[in-house]
């Protein structure tokens, strides 16, 4: 059977035995539970069911990324203080939830909106 992930990087050709052990270990503590998991491996080593030698190998690549800080770091933009009011920006499309005042501030106005205002149906006012 074909992997997705059947080719091995440098990083995981350059673990010893023993850190692919402590690895192997650690995944199947966290993937013990979960419906599905098998344990059960074939003479070479890797696991029997399908699924989970392709959650191994995932894992594997995970943690070089995580090791060598290959991921991307993302941080979200901060919610702008609330002036005084309401939106009239019409819909607006842009809104962040103010998570100290529990309420929702329009980014183009900066003025308090709610995400779901009712629709005008006496305008062309359509629903995105």
Aim: proline share 5%; glycine share 8%.
């Amino acid at each position: 059977m074909t992997y997705f992930f059947n080719r091995k990087s440098d990083y995981i050709k350059s673990l010893s035995g023993e850190e692919i052990n402590s690895l192997q270990k650690d995944f199947e503590e966290a993937c013990f539970c979960m419906p599905g998991f098998n344990s059960d491996k074939n003479e070479l080593g890797d696991y029997k069911d399908g699924g989970t030698q392709a959650a191994w190998e995932g894992y594997m690549f995970s943690e070089e990324w995580n090791k060598h800080g290959r991921y991307q770091k993302t941080s979200l933009p901060e919610c702008p203080e609330p002036l005084d009011g309401w939106c009239n920006c019409g819909k607006c499309k842009a809104m962040r939830l103010h998570k100290t005042k529990n309420i929702y501030v329009c980014l183009v106005c900066h003025k308090q909106t709610e995400p779901f205002l009712p629709v005008d149906f006496n305008s062309n006012d359509w629903l995105p």
